[in-house]
């Protein structure tokens, strides 16, 4: 069964720097999906960004943007120009193109934007 | 745009007691999901389905059941409520031939006394 950990309970940052949120997962698949989830304080979880396993290319969206290593099973998230907009807890996922294609999720991670 | 909803935001129900937790999408996704989510467990999956009327159960579907009579609606049916049942409770949809997001609604925090 698939894995995924997310080490860092809790980051902070300030405004407009650079944080990293780190992610690593367990797999014997070759061929995967995975993504990273936020959820701010009472609102929806939405979608950030995601990197299929095939595509060497980081994803990146704006100012987020993600380091693959597929070799480490590394999945880490970069927020750029951080903005107290992104204050969230902060979910990488792991899903499979095989069978029911569920999302397995990580722990989170708590992100505070110091203004 | 893509719309999940949730019959509540917050309920609180009493130990034994059955409670329904209503879930509608309303973009034909054939997929639906919930979830439960803790602190420090991330979002553990429950239930989940794939069409109407089928079911398979996630990674913890122990006191609960759902139920899918329509596409649009998943419910997830906690028979006898128990205190170790107090969570945050989400659903999710996904479209079943293309794209391959989970679109999540709002969660329902459940407190059972």
């Known amino acids: 069964a698939q894995t995924v950990t997310q080490s860092q309970p809790e980051m902070s940052v300030q405004e407009a720097e650079t944080v990293t949120l780190s992610c690593t997962y367990d797999?014997?698949?070759?061929?995967?999906?995975l993504f990273w989830y936020k959820q701010p304080p009472s609102r929806q979880m939405i979608l950030v960004i995601r990197?299929?396993?095939?595509?060497?290319q980081n994803a990146t969206e704006n100012r987020f943007s993600v380091n693959f290593q597929k070799a480490a099973k590394s999945f880490s998230l970069k927020i750029s120009d951080s903005q107290l907009g992104d204050a969230a807890m902060y979910f990488c996922?792991?899903?499979?193109?095989?069978?029911?294609?569920?999302?397995?999720f990580g722990q989170g991670t708590r992100l505070t934007i110091n203004p | 745009d893509v719309k999940v909803t949730q019959s509540s935001r917050y309920l609180v129900k009493r130990t034994g007691e059955k409670v329904f937790l209503e879930c509608v999408q309303d973009?034909?996704?054939?997929?639906m999901f919930w979830y439960r989510q803790d602190p420090g467990l991330g979002l553990r999956l429950i239930y989940f389905?794939?069409?109407?009327?089928?079911?398979e159960k996630g990674d913890i579907p122990e006191g609960y059941s759902v139920s899918r009579e329509k596409k649009e609606r998943f419910s997830l049916i906690l028979e006898s409520a128990s205190t170790n049942q107090t969570s945050m409770y989400l659903c999710?949809?996904?479209?079943?031939?293309?794209?391959?997001?989970?679109?999540f609604g709002p969660g329902t925090r459940l407190t059972v006394l």
């Open positions: 797999t014997s698949e070759s061929d995967y999906y």
């Open positions: 389905s794939y069409d109407v009327k089928m079911k």
């Open positions: 996922a792991y899903r499979s193109p095989q069978g029911a294609q569920k999302l397995v």
């Open positions: 990197q299929e396993a095939y595509k060497q």
């Open positions: 973009m034909d996704h054939e997929n």
């Open positions: 999710a949809s996904r479209p079943g031939t293309s794209g391959n997001e989970q679109f």
